[in-house]
């Protein structure tokens, strides 16, 4: 038995041509598009309507920390050593893992109702949040944080947990999920923890998911401790590599941009993030793309964003590189649709599975209401891309597909329980934070 996507008024089907299909079908068997175009449904196939509906590739989020959802909305307009300080790190130590469960089962509802099939996380508790995505039937690569501790004990303590975390991971047997080795940064692991994670990435064939050089304050104390520009450190110490998933890379020179495309480095960019803590500048998208880095995009945390909609990024992003060079044709909607799909699949290394409504590919598939009002009208063809990128949201979606799966149908949650989820991140906010 198959499932039939039919008649879909448009699919961007994100191919090597860009081609966008009028009045078109999917048909999905075992979790892989098995045709697109024209499509005969068989008689036991489940059939969804798609009239008035455009398909895309499921979107890719390449950097988040999922169970921050808990603290939406809890400490905005702040700079960022004063909220990771004073506001959130105080109350990080008192999460426990249900907590982070519950954070990160709110996530995992968000990004199914803004259609992000896939992502890349990094947190604490991570079985924990390893249980909510399993249950929410997302696609995802999970990294617990890991941070140098004052003591060699407590920096031991985290390799432990981490390599706890990647048995846990094999025991799931979710095909849908992976690990992925989580330092969080050059500032807060030296160069022992950072090598130990780049040697266990590449015993496990995974990412190394790090932070690098997110404001201009990391980089002037790399320089004031004498060890230079943080990329040109991190290559110096043997870390950089095409395991490397580097988020934000806003603070780069030019030079450390081609170490990155040297060294085969990928970069999550996440502008909506690095304006709202005023990291200032914009990360060098375009000479990343010079220099053949692959680049995709990430919402960071939901406390710095402050939500996890990558309709939203993909909008942002056009503008503050827009508005950063004076140039409204330096980055164009196809080419930021491409960083949330496409891209997104090579910072991650499925760009053969992922990324595109093409025949053979995992089924994670999205479809946008082009009833609402605020996609009225497409005007033509040529037009789908830019709509989706300048005039959609995340809540103008009305069906999300992971891996064959349907996880939303016409707006309705299919795995998870929206009210139950809602009052039980009340209640440990409650716990959490007394009022
Ligand atoms: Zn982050």
């Known amino acids: 038995?198959?499932?039939?996507?039919?008649?879909?008024?448009?699919?961007?089907?994100?191919?090597?041509?860009?081609?966008?299909?009028?009045?078109?079908?999917?048909?999905?068997?075992?979790?892989?598009?098995?045709?697109?175009?024209?499509?005969?449904?068989?008689?036991?196939?489940?059939?969804?309507?798609?009239?008035?509906?455009?398909?895309?590739?499921?979107?890719?989020?390449?950097h988040t920390h999922l169970?921050?959802?808990?603290?939406?909305?809890?400490?905005?307009?702040?700079?960022?050593?004063?909220?990771?300080?004073?506001?959130?790190?105080?109350?990080?130590?008192?999460?426990?893992?249900?907590?982070?469960?519950?954070?990160?089962l709110l996530g995992s509802l968000e990004m199914t109702r803004t259609g992000t099939t896939c992502f890349v996380d990094m947190y604490f508790h991570m079985e924990d949040v390893a249980r909510a995505v399993d249950e929410a039937g997302l696609r995802a690569i999970l990294s617990p944080g890991m941070i140098d501790k004052p003591d060699k004990t407590g920096t031991e303590h985290e390799r432990q947990s981490t390599l706890k975390f990647l048995e846990y991971i094999h025991e799931l047997h979710n095909p849908l999920l992976s690990f992925a080795v989580g330092p969080h940064a050059p500032y807060t692991c030296g160069p022992e923890t950072l090598l130990w994670a780049r040697d266990l990435a590449e015993k496990e064939d995974t990412l190394v998911n790090i932070h690098i050089a997110e404001t201009r304050g990391e980089q002037a104390q790399f320089e004031k401790d004498g060890k230079g520009r943080v990329?040109?450190?991190?290559?110096?110490?043997?870390?950089?590599?095409?395991?490397?998933?580097?988020?934000?890379?806003?603070?780069?020179?030019?030079?450390?941009?081609?170490?990155?495309?040297?060294?085969?480095?990928?970069?999550?960019?996440?502008?909506?993030?690095?304006?709202?803590?005023?990291?200032?500048?914009?990360?060098?998208v375009p000479e990343m793309w010079d220099a053949g880095v692959p680049v995709g995009l990430g919402t960071d945390g939901p406390a710095s964003n402050n939500g996890l909609d990558m309709f939203d990024t993909m909008k942002m992003t056009a503008l503050v590189h827009k508005n950063a060079r004076w140039d409204p044709t330096i980055m164009n909607a196809q080419r930021v649709l491409d960083m949330a799909t496409l891209d997104g699949a090579r910072c991650i290394g499925r760009e053969k599975e992922l990324g595109s409504v093409e025949i053979g590919k995992r089924a994670d598939l999205v479809l946008v209401d082009l009833r609402d009002p605020n996609l009225i009208p497409i005007h033509r063809k040529e037009t789908v891309v830019s709509d989706l990128v300048y005039s959609a949201n995340g809540q103008n979606v009305d069906t999300t597909i992971v891996d064959g799966r349907p996880l939303m149908v016409s707006r309705r949650f299919q795995k998870l329980d929206q009210d139950k989820i809602g009052e039980e991140v009340r209640s440990s906010i409650g716990q959490l934070i007394p009022q």
């Not at 038995?1 to 966008?20: A, S």
């Not at 969804?48 to 979107?59: A, F, N, S, T, Y």
């Not at 950089?240 to 890379?249: C, D, G, W």
């Not at 990928?266 to 914009?282: D, E, F, I, Q, W």
Request: proline letters at 3%.
């Open 67 to 104: 169970s921050m959802t808990l603290f939406r909305g809890y400490a905005d307009d702040l700079e960022l050593r004063d909220w990771l300080e004073n506001k959130i790190w105080p109350l990080e130590s008192r999460l426990t893992g249900d907590m982070c469960y519950q954070g990160a």
């Open 231 to 284: 990329a040109e450190y991190l290559d110096r110490i043997g870390f950089l590599t095409n395991r490397v998933l580097a988020a934000h890379a806003v603070w780069l020179t030019k030079s450390e941009v081609k170490l990155f495309g040297q060294k085969g480095v990928r970069v999550s960019h996440s502008p909506v993030s690095n304006m709202k803590l005023a990291s200032g500048g914009t990360a060098p």
């Open 1 to 62: 038995m198959g499932l039939v996507l039919k008649d879909c008024d448009w699919i961007v089907t994100q191919d090597p041509q860009r081609r966008i299909l009028a009045n078109a079908s999917v048909r999905i068997t075992d979790g892989r598009i098995e045709q697109v175009g024209r499509v005969n449904a068989a008689s036991k196939d489940e059939v969804i309507d798609c009239r008035r509906k455009v398909l895309i590739p499921g979107l890719i989020n390449t």
